[in-house]
Nanobody, 123 residues
Framework: QVQLVESGGGLVQAGGFLRLSCAAS????????LGWFRQAPGKEREFVAAVSWSGTSIDYADSVKGRFTISRDNARNTVYLQMNSLKPEDTAVYYC????????????????WGQGTLVTVSS
């Protein structure tokens, strides 16, 4: 099983950008679909983006489509989330997630969670 560690969160002004990284340990990294979820204060955790093990299938929540880009580098055991045109409503703790079945990720069926990284977008 993989273990996930996120980094790259921080404070940014509205309209700015950040890139989150999620580094994985474990030899089976390339067999997992990977995703990003977020949880804003007082709200439930929600799906943000997912990428299949091969990188050929990608999915986004409607709220981030056109602004966020998910990618993975299996050679580096890392998945990224490039976040552009950030809005105050993007403020949340962002979690990396792994699931061997890509089709399960969007509905929150996750096998492994990271610890989360905080993104704060000021207006």
């Amino acid at each position: 099983q993989v273990q996930l560690v996120e980094s790259g969160g921080g404070l940014v002004q509205a309209g700015g950008f950040l890139r989150l990284s999620c580094a994985a340990s474990g030899r089976t990294f390339s067999t997992y679909a990977l995703g990003w979820f977020r949880q804003a204060p007082g709200k439930e955790r929600e799906f943000v983006a997912a990428v299949s093990w091969s990188g050929t299938s990608i999915d986004y929540a409607d709220s981030v489509k056109g602004r966020f880009t998910i990618s993975r580098d299996n050679a580096r055991n890392t998945v990224y989330l490039q976040m552009n045109s950030l809005k105050p409503e993007d403020t949340a703790v962002y979690y990396c997630a792994a699931q061997r079945r890509y089709s399960n990720l969007r509905r929150g069926d996750v096998e492994v969670w990271g610890q989360g990284t905080l993104v704060t977008v000021s207006s």
